[in-house]
């Protein structure tokens, strides 16, 4: 069984830029998590899809970050403009369900932001 | 104050030898309690997951225990391998997962 994917693996951009993210979760999967982590830390939830529909935004800084799931299937995290706080690990999950089940990540990008 | 805070930050050990990793977290209920391996460059891996009625869980050579009056956890590795150097972190869901900030095992030979 195939996992998460994520692309691009590493982003370096200067603050100002815009950057975008993608993720193509595991298949059959109906629930879609964006998560950020800054280093040294855990993750934090940033966006959680339920097929196409957003169950839970509210840490998502909305001034600068959006994301989609058009299809209920592949999603995409958009940051613009970036911030220097934004250099972290970025990382999707998914699982089967919307409740307390197994999630599963994928390998992350790492974004540093000049 | 975090919600999950763990302990030690960082532990550096010899291959064979036995660790157990520490969690405290305050909230309370919850769904349950996951224990999952980071290595570098990657993410996180589940280990074990355990409902707030359950006391132990093993995955190998990997234990967890849960103390739901003392609101702590614990890791257990036994035996350990070089290839057990990762961050090792402690989940609550809520159902939102809130995380520790881990522990980073070091694993020499």
């Known amino acids: 069984e195939a996992g998460v994917a994520q692309s691009p693996r590493y982003k370096i951009i200067e603050k100002r830029q815009s950057v975008a993210f993608w993720c193509n979760p595991i298949?059959?999967?109906?629930?879609l998590y964006w998560y950020q982590q800054i280093l040294g830390q855990g993750p934090k939830l940033l966006i959680q899809?339920?097929?196409?529909?957003?169950?839970?935004d509210s840490q998502l800084p909305k001034d600068r970050f959006s994301a989609e799931r058009l299809k209920g299937v592949d999603s995409t995290l958009k940051i613009q403009p970036a911030k220097l706080e934004d250099s972290a690990v970025y990382l999707c999950?998914?699982?089967?369900?919307?409740?307390?089940?197994?999630?599963?990540f994928g390998p992350g990008t790492r974004l540093t932001v000049t | 104050k975090n919600q999950v805070e763990q302990s030690p930050q960082s532990l550096i050990i010899l291959e064979g030898k036995n660790c157990t990793l520490q969690?405290?977290?305050?909230?309370?209920?919850?769904?349950?309690l996951r224990w999952y391996k980071q290595d570098t460059g990657r993410g996180p891996v589940s280990l074990t997951i355990?409902?707030?009625?359950?006391n132990t869980k093993s995955n190998g050579r990997y234990t967890a225990t849960l103390d739901a009056d003392t609101k702590q956890s614990s890791l257990h590795i036994t035996a350990s391998q070089l290839s057990d150097s990762a961050s090792y972190i402690c989940?609550?869901?809520?159902?939102?997962?809130?995380f520790g900030e881990g522990t980073q095992l070091t694993v020499n030979p």
């Open positions: 999950a998914s699982s089967l369900g919307r409740g307390t089940g197994e999630q599963y």
């Open positions: 298949s059959g999967h109906a629930t």
């Open positions: 899809f339920q097929n196409n529909g957003v169950v839970d």
């Open positions: 969690c405290n977290y305050t909230v309370s209920p919850f769904s349950n």
């Open positions: 355990m409902t707030f009625s359950e």
């Open positions: 989940v609550v869901a809520l159902p939102r997962l809130t």
